[in-house]
């Protein structure tokens, strides 16, 4: 592959803003940005112009087909590709491409989730452009960033509510700020950076393990003898093989316009990470997405296979994505940046507790939008938070809101005395801490970190939540000061309101200790260990009364994804029974079997040899592995029976309440007798690779 200068690669398979405005008449690139900007509708004269124009270029970067890409409730990508070719008349073709087909397509509905928004035979369904995120071309198609909805208008994806909320965090920030004076400020908008973790392990490896193929995980796996407890893997030197992946990786992601920015290796082995610089949560999505995608397929031409569950091996680290959380306006000011002047901090301080107060009241929701069952398996471990909602905001900045509080004077850390009052607020230092790798939600200077997503999250479920809960409390703190006689005398006492009613979600200590959950406790905090303790709270009355306001879910559409995220936990638990079972019945037991008819050989002859011995090692071993044998097909039989006993269970709550309570359990019992037999049977008879041998696969 012939090498290009960088800048002239990133972006060449996007048909982004430089594209536009070069290729675009001045008038259609005039109220395309307009339409952008506005969020208004697209006329269809424009529409045409541009979709002949896309056409073109994406013609002469080689493409053939076109779709409309969009993010059903999967929580992967979907495309339906339709080629530019039409008739002419004359028994050839012309390659043509309408604004109708660019603005609107209708992929069938019926086979996507919809949580009974639908009928299946009810299929009609729209996408409808989404000119904010720029068409790209990949594997020589077109692909444009739609919405997804259906015949009667609910929302069956990911981007539409997303949306929503970011004009509904727009809307409420904008209000804040004209209070301010700032008047020069048309939008202001979330900015996200994910940090996305992977693991890469050798494709024929990966080819011998049905539970990694099927289940993306390992339902069994005794612990190797070198895990991760030398911390030799985390920022060493990459291997040939991954960084030859990882090069690929960035070209082909540059391309498309991601700024991949950051690689190295993570605490486990073969685990690693890639982090894009910032970008408007909407693009940050797309990108996300389009990163998970090329880390699987990329991997596959590299003979590897990429593993994106939260916890692929127990006992080993799991994998998150944390997302790096700010807002900022067209006018490049971000709102949670401390300032170098009081007028600035007020601002500052006034954002920040915002975004307390919205995590406190909206502890429920934020674990929601971590929940499955993956990352059910990492939450709580000592590679991740607890399932338990803190906000970590450091020393220094913790002592400044308790001087707030309490009308008490702040001596910062260069030991000069600064009031605190309605009028003068001190100088707020950046990065004066630490960070708190324990911690949820932490504060990092300018910008809060959300650690408990799974790595094979869409990050839109955790921004639709961040934007719609800071929305409201925004929300809330304009209509109070809106209507307060003195606007410097209601701030300071609505910040100091604020502190001191949600202080309790705010903890800078350890959140692997176990002190911290009877702690949490006390305070009054959630701690919703499981997904099924998590989900109702999607549809508790107080967030459906939220969503609704800032119309960012009806309730209908919030109820429709309460029983899709109910089911494919359900789901997900009922593929790893059935992977479990299937494994033990042809792969383990004829592997103990084995061992044991070769252990019971092998007594024989010895005895021939000798009719003196008595006992021998060989007999205590077969004594063993019987005893394990015995044990493992009564909790086979009990994982089959439980498995069985749940497709009778049709209330999803109480089915996903039952996959975790009783076959969970069950696949956990069977488990633990697998992984003993693992360690005893004879290599030669044991046909599953070990995680020794998948952990360090790759070699050079």
Known sequence: MKKQN???????????????????????????????????????????VVASVMKDWAVEKGAT????????????????????????????????????????????????????????????????????????????????????????????????????????????????LRLFGINDVKRVVSMVGPEQEYFLIDKNVYLKRPDIMYCGRTLFGARPPKGQEMEDHYFRVIKHRISRFMRELDEELWKLGVYAKTEHNEVAPSQHELAPVYAEANIATDHNQLTMELLKSIASKHGLA????????????????????????????????????????????????????????????LRVSVASAGNDHRLGANEAPPAIVSIFLGEELTEILNALENDTLYVGKGKTLMEIGATVLPHIPKDTTDRNRTSPFAFTGNKFEFRMLGSAFSIAGP???????????????????????????????????????????????????????????????????TTPEALPALIDPKNVELFARHRVFTE????????????????????????????????????????????????????????????????????????????????????????SAAREIKDNLELARACHEKICTAMNELRQVVDELETIVDSKHWRIPTYAEILYSVHE
């Open 6 to 48: 960088i800048s002239e690669l990133f972006g060449s398979m996007v048909f982004g803003d430089a594209v536009m405005k070069e290729r675009l008449p001045k008038d259609v690139y005039k109220a395309l940005k307009k339409t952008i900007a506005d969020g208004t509708h697209l006329e269809l004269d424009v529409a045409n």
């Open 65 to 176: 087909h076109f779709t409309h890409w969009f993010q059903p409730m999967t929580g992967v990508t979907a495309e339906k590709h339709d080629s530019f070719i039409m008739p002419d008349g004359t028994g050839k073709v012309i390659m043509e491409f309408s604004g109708k087909s660019l603005v609107k397509g209708e992929p069938d509905a019926s086979s996507f989730p919809s949580g009974g928004l639908r009928s299946t035979f009810e299929a009609r369904g729209y996408t409808a452009w989404d000119p904010t995120s720029y068409a790209f071309i990949k594997d020589n198609t077109l692909c444009i960033p739609t919405a997804f909805c259906s015949y009667s208008g609910e929302a069956l994806d990911k981007k539409t509510p997303l949306l929503r909320s970011m004009q509904a965090l727009n809307t409420q920030a904008l209000r804040i």
């Open 306 to 365: 990429c593993l994106l569950h939260e916890k692929p091996f127990a006992g080993i680290n799991g994998s998150g994505k944390h997302i790096n959380w700010s807002l900022s306006t067209d006018t490049g000011i971000n709102l949670l940046e401390p300032g170098d002047t009081p007028f600035e901090n007020a601002l500052f301080l006034l954002f920040l507790v915002a975004v307390i107060k919205a995590v406190d009241d909206y502890q429920d929701l």
């Open 463 to 529: 921004n639709i939540v961040l934007n719609t809960i800071v929305a409201e409390a925004l929300r809330q703190f304009a209509d109070e000061l809106e209507n307060s006689s003195d606007f410097r005398t209601g701030l300071s006492g609505l910040i100091k309101r604020t502190i001191k009613e949600h202080k309790r979600i705010i903890f800078n200590g350890n959140g692997y200790d176990s002190s911290w959950v009877r702690e949490a406790e006390q305070r009054g905090l959630l701690n919703l260990k």
């Open 556 to 643: 209908h559409e919030l109820h429709s994804r309460y029983e899709i995220l109910l089911e494919n936990y359900s789901k997900t638990i009922n593929i790893e029974a059935l992977t479990m079972i299937d494994m033990v019945n042809r792969q383990v037991l004829p592997a103990v079997l084995d061992y044991q008819n070769e252990l019971a050989e092998l007594i024989i002859r010895k005895k021939q040899v000798s009719a003196d011995i008595v006992a021998t090692p060989e007999e205590k071993l077969l004594k063993r592995i019987s005893g394990l044998a015995d044990c493992l097909y009564k909790r086979l039989e009990h994982l089959t029976a439980q498995t």
